[in-house]
């Protein structure tokens, strides 16, 4: 007998490359699975360092998804070659900082060159037409499978009906009519499928992990941008930019501010890298600075931790203020009041 066709498929958690690499292994292609680490999807992340999230369920889902399925998953960083993607994308954002169509030609270039190492024979990828605005349009799919030199063994099993045969299914290693014709942004079919192939507690069908298409989160790598004035970042900025609240009092430096008590932990971890203030006097938050500071600019930050701390109604607080891993000195200071802190120093 002739040894079985391979597939690698793009594994992203969600429900539709769930059903994709399904509907592949219902025709007896062995499948494996990747998930590209970039930064900006951290499944669980924020839930993890909570603690008001404590108890809920966390869970990588992509691993998940290679669970449910019995396939291999490979998890495979590329978060430096991914910084390119979104500094420099050929095809611009999306509402905010989400370079969706260049994202998804880099994964699936990713994935066909890991095809080719290992000798599969072509990939999937759970994309539905018309089902985001950027990457998964009619005129945007050709795009996709040549930027990422996959051409036509790229198969997108979801909505194959609807597109040209691709070399799997015009050299018979996948029966077309078996494949699907989702098209829209309901999901609806694929929740019917779903139920069909008796899979629960998938991730939710509209959702996403990628921080760049949030609004908030991608207007503080703007402001990120801006007070460096340079278009970078490190994996520690990106992380940071997902914990506590980020206040801006002056152009040159701004606050990371534990808003609970699984942030402060989490924010611990930074305090040899940045200037830090905590209040002595009252139970308070753990507060990053982000920039260089002169004394003036710490007697405000101060006066900022002590506003963010229970003794915000208390006529003074006491502040210690450390330099990275220095030793700390105390100020004491009024906390300043709600009405003095205007609404545009909160990013």
């Given amino acids: 007998m002739a040894e079985p066709r391979t597939a690698v498929a793009l594994i992203s958690g ?8 399904r509907v592949i292994l219902d025709q007896g292609i062995r499948v494996e ?10 499944e669980g992340h924020t839930h993890a360092i909570r603690s008001r999230d ?15 399925l019995g396939i291999r998953l490979h998890l495979i960083d590329v978060s430096t070659d991914y910084k390119d993607v979104v500094l420099n994308p050929r095809h611009g954002y999306g509402h905010n900082l989400n370079p969706c169509l260049d994202c998804k030609g880099f994964m699936v270039g990713r994935a066909y060159a890991w095809m080719q190492e290992h000798g599969f024979d072509f990939v999937i990828t759970g994309e539905v037409i018309g089902q985001r605005p950027m990457s998964q349009r009619r005129d945007t799919m050709p795009v996709i499978a040549r930027e990422s030199g996959a051409g036509d063994r790229l198969l997108r099993p979801l909505s194959a009906k609807l597109l040209p045969p691709t070399l799997p299914e015009r050299e018979g290693w996948v029966e077309r009519e078996r494949l699907l014709d989702f098209s829209g942004r309901t999901r609806k079919p694929q929740m019917a499928l779903a139920e069909h192939y008796g899979f629960r507690d998938y991730a939710q069908p509209a959702g996403g992990c990628c921080f760049l298409t949030d609004p908030r989160y991608a207007a503080k790598l703007a402001d990120l941008w801006r007070a460096r004035a340079a278009r970078d970042y490190e994996l520690d900025d990106i992380m940071l930019l997902k914990v506590g609240r980020h206040l801006r009092p002056r152009p040159h430096f701004k606050l990371i501010v534990a808003r609970e008590e699984g942030e402060n932990r989490f924010l611990e971890g930074y305090r040899k890298q940045f200037t830090n203030l905590t209040t002595v006097s009252h139970p308070g938050p753990l507060v990053l600075v982000d920039g260089e500071v002169s004394d003036g600019d710490l007697d405000l930050a101060a006066r900022l931790t002590a506003r963010f701390s229970q003794g915000r109604g208390s006529p003074r607080v006491r502040v210690a203020v450390a330099r990275g891993g220095g030793e700390p000195r105390i100020l004491e200071v009024a906390p300043l009041p709600a009405e003095e802190i205007p609404a545009e120093w909160y990013l």
């Avoid at 539709?16 to 690499?21: F, G």
């Avoid at 699975?33 to 951290?42: E, H, I, L, P």
Wanted: aromatic share 12%.
């Fill in 54 to 68: 404590r108890d809920r369920p966390k869970r990588n889902n992509a691993l998940w998804v290679a669970e449910q």
């Fill in 14 to 21: 969600g429900l539709d490359s769930l059903l994709a690499a």
């Fill in 33 to 42: 699975g990747v998930n590209f680490f970039t930064g900006f999807c951290v």
